[in-house]
């Protein structure tokens, strides 16, 4: 529907924390109170629920997890279906291995110089690599071996990132497309659903300590801790500050 807040302006984005600031063209719009950093394991916490223009219907939620920072779970991508004892079954059209050369039938005979014989041999091997890195292969095409070198993509990149859906998983709402790779989070186990990200979480004191970023499963959620998102938004400013003019 239509607003009176239709006209707004993307100052930045940091990607670091999956923030955008926005600036709205309009005066005295309501903020939350005083900012807290104290968030302990048990502490209830409030995030805003469905919102209307007249009413919100706040849902109560626990933390339950020590703060801590969530890595990037982002691993290499080969682009291939392995086949035993030691092969490619299938080789995925453009992906990487395809972009290199090979084809369904390769037998592996090493990686990296590495000799290898089975499929439990490949994974230590993978595991030490980084998306954008090469990878080395020798391998027996019917009565020959070749070499050629893949450069290793994203597997989210290539596949995306969705939880397989279960009946749990489809009545709780959906998730969050962006559920790891933050500087630090709050857990809590606020049972929302993943379009209402990017709300505050408030202490019953009415206390702003974070900003909800992700809903993880039907039991996590991941909110910035609120030193988090005021070092995000100055990032943001600094980076987006326009030149002063010559005199």
Request: glycine letters at 8%; proline letters at 8%.
């Amino acid at each position: 529907g239509s607003s009176k807040y239709e006209s707004f302006q993307v100052v930045g984005t940091d990607p670091a924390t999956d923030i955008a600031l926005i600036k709205v063209d309009a005066a005295d719009l309501p903020a939350p109170g005083p900012v807290s950093s104290d968030a302990p394991i048990g502490m209830l916490v409030v995030s805003n629920g469905s919102t209307t223009r007249i009413s919100r219907r706040p849902q109560l939620g626990t933390i339950s997890a020590a703060r801590r920072p969530i890595p990037n779970k982002d691993t290499v991508y080969l682009g291939v279906v392995f086949g035993a004892p030691c092969s490619f079954q299938e080789v995925v059209k453009d992906g990487p291995a395809f972009q290199a050369g090979a084809l369904a039938g390769d037998r592996i005979v090493a990686l990296d110089g590495t000799p290898v014989s089975t499929l439990e041999d490949i994974s230590p091997i993978l595991s030490k690599k980084a998306i954008g890195e090469k990878l080395k292969l020798r391998v027996r095409r019917e009565d020959r071996e070749i070499s050629y070198t893949v450069t290793l993509g994203s597997r989210r990149k290539a596949l995306g990132d969705q939880v397989p859906e279960t009946s749990n998983d489809e009545i709780s709402g959906g998730f969050s497309k962006r559920r790891d790779d933050f500087p630090m989070v709050l857990q809590h186990d606020t049972p929302s659903r993943f379009t209402l990200m990017g709300g505050p979480l408030l202490n019953l004191k009415g206390e702003l300590i974070g900003m909800n970023i992700a809903r993880v499963n039907r039991a996590e959620n991941y909110a910035l801790p609120i030193e988090v998102v005021q070092e995000s938004m100055k990032r943001i400013l600094k980076n987006n500050r326009k030149p002063k003019p010559e005199k």
